[in-house]
């Protein structure tokens, strides 16, 4: 089974407008990370943001927030506020604790922010 | 300066040919990775290690192994290439972090084709 499962091959949202990008996780674990990466058209991975299954608010950073529905098992990320430099490839991606570690990742969703 | 180095950033080598992929990084972490990614596959683990010592097979290691000479490299080897490794690869080093998160952090990532 899909460890990270992102249903949204591809988005468009208007420049100024919130997105939201879909991420759901497989895990029999209590204890996890959930993560989101952005990776521009020039290749690099960036990290974005954060969130422990243990935490209790849900994680912002900056126009990034993750919306975490522990017993959904989903992870979405809203984007506030679109800048054209939004414009990426964003990967959801799942740490187990007890699995050595291992990171698993979605296949991506790629946004495009429209003027 | 970037915290994560990879070279080379680019290479072209041919069937059977042996290449190694180099990763450096300055961010004193213990624990280093290296994947690929192919279109629409998001990013599969071929080699982890935790430290200097410990080296882990992932997902798909078959046909590449690796060297950790130094806490800050890490290089990957394909012993002898052939078109289906043909792909993008990153090198990400992480450690546990102030909340144990372990954020996985990444390199450029280099673009092999391998003809």
């Known amino acids: 089974a899909q460890k990270i499962t992102q249903t949204q091959p591809g988005m468009f949202v208007q420049e100024k407008e919130a997105v939201t990008l879909d991420c759901t996780y497989d895990t029999s674990d209590q204890s996890y990370g959930l993560f989101w990466y952005k990776q521009p058209s020039s290749g690099e991975m960036i990290f974005l943001i954060y969130?422990?299954?243990?935490?209790?608010q849900n994680a912002t950073e900056g126009r990034y927030s993750l919306n975490f529905q522990k017993a959904r098992k989903s992870a979405n990320l809203v984007i506030s506020a679109s800048q054209l430099g939004d414009s990426a490839m964003y990967f959801c991606a799942m740490r187990e604790e007890y699995n050595f570690n291992k990171f698993y990742f979605g296949s991506g969703t790629k946004l495009n922010v429209k003027p | 300066d970037a915290d994560v180095t990879q070279t080379p950033r680019n290479r072209i080598t041919k069937t059977g040919k042996r290449i190694m992929l180099e990763c450096s990084q300055t961010k004193g972490h213990d624990r280093m990775y290296w994947y690929r990614q192919d279109p629409g596959l998001g990013l599969q683990l071929i080699y982890y290690?935790?430290?200097?010592?410990?080296?882990n097979k992932g997902e798909i290691s078959d046909g590449y192994s690796v060297s950790r000479q130094a806490q800050a490299k890490f290089s990957l080897s394909l012993e002898s290439a052939i078109p289906n490794q043909t792909a993008l690869y990153f090198c990400?080093?992480?450690?546990?972090?102030?909340?144990?998160?372990?954020?996985?952090?990444f390199g450029p990532g280099t673009r092999l084709t391998v003809l």
């Open positions: 969130q422990g299954s243990y935490d209790e």
């Open positions: 290690s935790f430290d200097v010592k410990d080296i």
């Open positions: 990400a080093t992480s450690d546990t972090g102030d909340r144990g998160q372990d954020t996985q952090y």
